[in-house]
C-alpha cells in the first residue's frame, strides 16, 4: 500500500510540475495538455536524467533523479514567464490559473479516471503478482540491472562486460521512479504496469477530449436541431465532454477480439453436432481452424471456459501454414491481452508515449506550433520549439520500442502534410513539406539520443517478402471485427450525409498501394534469388517446389484467402476518398462536417496508416532471427490496435450523438433515420457484448477468482521466499554484498526452472544466461564459449582451469544451489579448498573470490 502511494503522489507530483510546460508546448488543444502532462513529464524527466547519467554528468542515484525534477521545473517556470507561444493559441486564457479555474470538470474526471485505472490494474497485479513464465524474468532482469548499475549505459545482467542491447527506455523510467520511491523491482514491475495502464487511459481520455471538444467537428446536420433549447444544448455539451471521451480508454484497453466470445460458444456445443456414438463433427469450427476451438468440447458443456490458459489462444489469432501444411505460429497482441498477461514489455511501456506522439500529431494538425524554420534546403512552416518537441518524442519512441517509431513519424509527419492541405491544398509542395519535417526530425531524434545508438546491436536482417502467409478473411474479422463494425458504420455514415469524396482518388490511391506492395514483394524477392540464394533455396527445397511453382501456388492461395483483401480495400477506398477532399470547403447537402478545422481528417488518417499496418504484413515484413513474420504482425497489428481503437471510438461517438433521438431530434428527423437508429443500436450493442466478453471472463480465470492462494500482494519477492527460502536468504546476502560478477547454472529461454534467477533478484551481472535472448539482442558469436566454460568451472576437479574461467570472466561470486546440482556435476571440492564460502545456508552455498 505504502508503495502504490508513493508511485501515485510521485507520478501525480510530476503531472502538476510538467502542465505549465505542457500548457505552453499544446497551445492548440482545448485540454493544453493537461491528460498528457504525467507521460510528458515523465519523459522530459527520464531523457534529461538518462542523458546526463550517460554523459557522465549525473550518478546513477537519487541525486543524479533530484537533478532531472529541478530541470524539468526550471523548464515549467520558464513556460509561465515566456509567454511567446500564448499568441499561438487565439482565444485562449490568460493563463495556467486561469485555465485550471475555468476547467475543473476536466481537472476532476481526468484526475478520477487516471486514479480508477492505476488502482484498479494494481488490485488485478496484487492478485498475481507472480513475475515468471514468459518474458518477464528478461524484463525484471532489465529494471534491476538498471537500478544497480554503477554508470550509464547500464549493463547486461547476463551477459557480463556488456551494456544493454536492447530499446530499454522504459525500464530506465520504471527504475528511476523505483530508485526514488525506494520501492525494490519485484515490486516495480507490478506498479509499473498499473502505471502504464493509468497513464494509457488518461492520454487515450485526453485524445479523444480534444478531438470532440473542437467547435467545428460536428455541427448540426439536420436544421430543425437548431431549435434545441440552450438547456438541451449545454447538457450535451457536458456529457460531450466528460463522458463521451471516455470511449477511448474503453476501446483502446477492454475492448478485444472476438476470439473470447468464440470460446464462450464453442464452450457451450454452438455449431457442433453431437452423434449418439459420443462423437462430435463441425464443420464451423473446422472451417474456423483456431487450434483448440477445432477440438470438441468437453463435457457436460458449460458457458464459461475453463480450459489452462483459455484466454492465451485470443493472442494467437492469425493462422499461418506454409504451402505444404505446417503450421508457423504468430502473435497478434491487443493492449487488454497484454495487461491481463502482465509481461512488461517494451510495446507496452511505450504505449501511453505512442499516444503521446499521436497528441502531437493533433496538436499539429490543428495549428500547434505554426512558425518558420528556415532550413538550408527549405522552409519548414513549424516553430523551433515545435520542432524539438517532435524531436524528443520519436527519439524517444525509438529508445522505448523501436517498431513504434516508424507508425509516430508517419502521423506526425502525415498530420502536418494534412495540415498544410488544409491551408494550400493538393500539390507536389506537400510532398516537400512532409520531406522538410520527416528527415531533420528523424536526424534531430537520432543526434539527442545518440548514446543509445553506440550501444545499440539491431539484428534485423532488412524486408522479406511475403509470398505463402497471407491472412486469411475469416482470422481478420475475428482478430479485428470489434473495431471493424464502429469503423464501417462511421464511413457509411460519412458517406450517406454527404461528405464530399473523391472515390476516383480513393479507389486508384487504395489500388496504388495494393500492387506497389506487390511489387515490392516480387522485387525483393527476385533480388534474393539472385543476391541471397542461401535465403531462398532452403525455403524452396523445404516446400519442394521450384520458383515457379512456389510462386503460383503462393498467388493461388491468396485468391483463396481475398476475403482480408477486399475486407481492407473496403475500409480504405472511402476513407482515401474522404481524405483527399480534406480541402475542400464547400458546404454538403446534409451537413456542415468538413467546415476547417475539422478533426474528422485527423481521424481518417488514423485510420489510413492502422489499415495499412494491417496489409503491410501480407506482402512484406522485417525479417530477423525468427525467419518468418510473426515479430512483424505483432509489433503492426498492435500498433494499428492504438491507432484504429482511437478512431473506432471517435467514429462511436459521432454516430451516438447522430443517433441519439430521445429528446434532442425533431419528429421528421427521427421518421427519416429510424432505422438507422436501430441498426446502430444494435450493432454498439453486439460490439460492446462481443469485445467485453473477454475481459469480463479472463481475468476472473488468470486471479482464481480474485482468491490468490497466498494473499495479495505487489511483491513477487514473497513468491521467492515463499518455494525456496534457502535461495531468497542468499539472494538477500548478495544484494548487500560488494559488487561484482556471479556464475550460476545457464539455462535456455522460458526456462521454466529459474534459470537466470540470482542475476535477476540480486542486480549482480552473471556471465551468461538465456543465451537465445542474448543472440536476439547482439551477434551469436560474442558470447564465444561462455556456455561451456561454466559448464566446465563447475564440473571439472581441476582447480588450475577452474581458476583460468574465473579470471577469465572476472568472477567474484561462484552460486552452488539446487538448480546447479541438477544442471552440472558439481565437484565442490575444489572451491572449498581454494574459495572462501562467503555465505551457507542448507544446500545454498556463494563462494567469493579472493
Do not use: C
Not at 550518478?59 to 511567446?84: E, F, H, P, T, Y
Not at 513549424?382 to 517532435?390: D, K, Q
Not at 525468427?626 to 481503437?645: D, P
Amino acid at each position: 500500500m505504502l508503495s502504490f502511494l508513493s508511485w501515485y503522489i510521485l507520478i501525480t507530483f510530476l503531472g502538476w510540475l510538467t502542465f505549465p510546460l505542457a500548457y505552453q508546448l499544446f497551445p492548440a488543444l482545448t485540454d493544453r495538455g493537461y491528460t498528457l502532462s504525467r507521460a510528458f513529464g515523465l519523459l522530459v524527466w527520464g531523457y534529461i536524467f538518462w542523458l546526463f547519467a550517460s554523459l557522465g554528468i549525473a550518478q546513477n542515484d537519487i541525486g543524479g533523479l533530484l537533478l532531472g525534477l529541478v530541470i524539468l521545473g526550471g523548464l515549467s517556470a520558464w513556460s509561465i514567464v515566456n509567454r511567446k507561444s500564448e499568441t499561438l493559441a487565439p482565444g485562449a486564457s490568460a493563463g495556467v490559473v486561469n485555465w485550471l479555474d475555468s476547467n475543473r470538470r476536466l481537472i476532476i474526471t481526468t484526475e478520477l479516471l487516471f486514479l480508477t485505472a492505476f488502482v484498479l490494474m494494481a488490485f488485478f497485479r496484487a492478485a498475481n503478482p507472480e513475475i515468471v513464465g514468459t518474458e518477464k524474468p528478461m524484463e525484471l532482469m532489465f529494471i534491476n540491472g538498471i537500478m544497480n548499475s554503477p554508470t550509464f549505459p547500464p549493463r547486461d545482467l547476463w551477459l557480463s562486460g556488456y551494456s544493454i542491447s536492447y530499446y530499454h527506455f522504459g525500464y530506465v523510467m520504471t527504475s528511476m521512479l523505483a530508485l526514488f520511491t525506494g520501492v525494490p523491482a519485484t515490486i516495480a514491475f507490478n506498479l509499473m504496469i498499473a502505471l502504464i495502464f493509468g497513464l494509457s487511459a488518461v492520454v487515450a481520455y485526453g485524445i479523444l477530449y480534444n478531438l470532440l471538444a473542437n467547435p467545428q467537428t460536428h455541427q448540426a446536420t439536420d436544421h430543425s436541431e437548431a431549435k434545441r433549447s440552450g438547456r438541451n444544448k449545454k447538457q450535451i455539451a457536458n456529457l460531450s465532454s466528460f463522458l463521451f471521451p471516455l470511449f477511448g480508454p474503453l476501446f483502446l484497453l477492454l475492448i478485444s477480439n472476438v476470439e473470447g466470445f468464440l470460446e464462450v460458444l464453442h464452450r457451450k456445443g454452438f455449431f457442433w453436432q453431437f452423434n449418439a456414438d459420443g462423437s462430435a463433427s463441425s464443420r464451423f469450427w473446422t472451417w474456423l481452424d483456431m487450434k483448440e476451438l477445432s477440438e470438441v468440447p468437453a463435457q457436460p458443456l458449460q458457458w464459461i471456459p475453463e480450459r489452462f490458459w483459455w484466454w492465451w489462444r485470443a493472442s494467437r489469432v492469425i493462422q499461418d501454414y506454409d504451402l505444404n501444411g505446417t503450421f508457423r505460429e504468430t502473435i497478434d497482441e491487443f493492449p487488454f491481452f497484454s495487461y491481463l498477461l502482465g509481461d512488461l514489455h517494451p510495446h507496452v511501456l511505450a504505449m501511453p508515449f505512442t499516444l503521446l506522439a499521436i497528441a502531437v500529431a493533433l496538436n499539429l494538425f490543428l495549428g500547434g506550433w505554426r512558425g518558420n524554420m528556415d532550413l538550408f534546403f527549405g522552409q519548414l512552416r513549424i516553430s523551433r520549439t515545435g520542432f524539438l518537441v517532435i524531436a524528443l518524442v520519436l527519439g524517444g519512441l525509438a529508445f522505448l520500442n523501436t517498431w513504434d517509431i516508424l507508425v509516430a513519424a508517419a502521423l506526425i509527419v502525415f498530420s502536418y502534410g494534412l495540415a498544410r492541405v488544409r491551408e494550400a491544398g493538393w500539390s507536389w509542395e506537400r510532398v516537400e513539406d512532409v520531406l522538410l519535417l520527416g528527415i531533420p526530425a528523424a536526424i534531430t531524434a537520432f543526434v539527442m539520443y545518440l548514446p543509445f545508438y553506440i550501444g545499440f546491436d539491431s539484428q534485423a536482417g532488412g524486408l522479406t517478402p511475403n509470398f505463402m502467409y497471407p491472412t486469411r478473411g475469416a482470422h481478420l474479422w475475428v482478430m479485428w471485427g470489434t473495431l471493424f463494425i464502429p469503423l464501417f458504420a462511421f464511413l457509411i455514415y460519412l458517406w450517406r450525409s454527404g461528405t464530399p469524396a473523391h472515390w476516383r482518388a480513393g479507389i486508384f490511391g487504395t489500388l496504388g498501394i495494393l500492387l506497389t506492395l506487390l511489387a515490392v514483394m516480387f522485387l525483393i524477392g527476385l533480388l534474393a534469388l539472385r543476391l541471397k540464394p542461401d535465403l531462398v533455396d532452403p525455403i524452396l527445397q523445404s516446400q519442394g517446389l521450384d520458383v515457379s511453382a512456389f510462386i503460383t501456388n503462393s498467388m493461388i492461395r491468396r485468391l483463396t484467402y481475398i476475403g482480408s483483401l477486399i475486407t481492407l480495400m473496403a475500409l480504405m477506398i472511402p476513407t482515401f476518398s474522404f481524405l483527399a477532399k480534406a480541402n475542400d470547403d464547400s458546404e454538403t447537402t446534409d451537413n456542415s462536417i468538413v467546415n476547417q478545422p475539422s478533426s474528422i481528417f485527423f481521424v481518417l488518417l488514423l485510420i489510413s496508416l492502422g489499415s495499412l499496418l494491417i496489409l503491410g504484413p501480407d506482402f512484406i515484413y522485417l525479417r530477423d532471427n525468427f525467419g518468418y513474420r510473426i515479430n512483424s504482425v505483432f509489433k503492426f497489428y498492435y500498433q494499428a490496435w492504438i491507432l484504429l481503437s482511437l478512431a473506432s471510438a471517435y467514429g462511436i461517438v459521432v454516430l451516438l450523438r447522430r443517433f441519439d433521438n430521445r429528446t434532442h431530434h425533431s419528429s421528421s428527423f427521427r421518421a427519416r433515420h429510424g432505422g438507422a437508429n436501430i441498426v446502430f443500436s444494435v450493432l454498439f450493442t453486439i460490439v460492446l457484448i462481443v469485445g467485453l466478453t473477454y475481459p469480463a471472463l479472463s481475468i476472473f480465470s488468470k486471479t482464481n477468482n480474485f482468491k490468490p492462494p497466498f494473499g495479495y500482494t505487489l511483491d513477487d519477492f514473497d513468491r521467492v521466499q515463499r518455494e525456496n527460502p534457502e535461495e531468497a536468504a542468499a539472494i538477500q546476502w548478495l544484494r548487500s554484498a560488494p559488487d561484482g560478477v556471479i556464475v550460476e547454472a545457464v539455462g535456455g529461454s522460458y526456462s521454466s526452472q529459474g534459470h537466470g534467477r540470482i542475476s535477476i533478484y540480486t542486480g549482480l551481472p552473471t556471465v551468461l544466461e538465456w543465451p537465445g535472448h542474448e543472440g536476439q539482442w547482439r551477434e551469436q558469436a560474442l558470447q564465444g564459449s561462455r556456455q561451456q566454460d561454466i559448464e566446465t568451472l563447475y564440473s571439472t576437479t581441476d582447480w588450475v582451469t577452474a581458476q583460468d574461467i574465473i579470471n577469465r570472466y572476472n568472477i567474484r561470486y561462484v552460486f552452488v544451489g539446487n538448480l546447479e546440482r541438477s544442471s552440472y556435476r558439481v565437484s565442490e571440492d575444489k572451491f572449498n579448498s581454494f574459495l572462501k564460502p562467503a555465505f551457507q545456508q542448507g544446500i545454498v552455498t556463494v563462494y567469493e573470490v579472493p
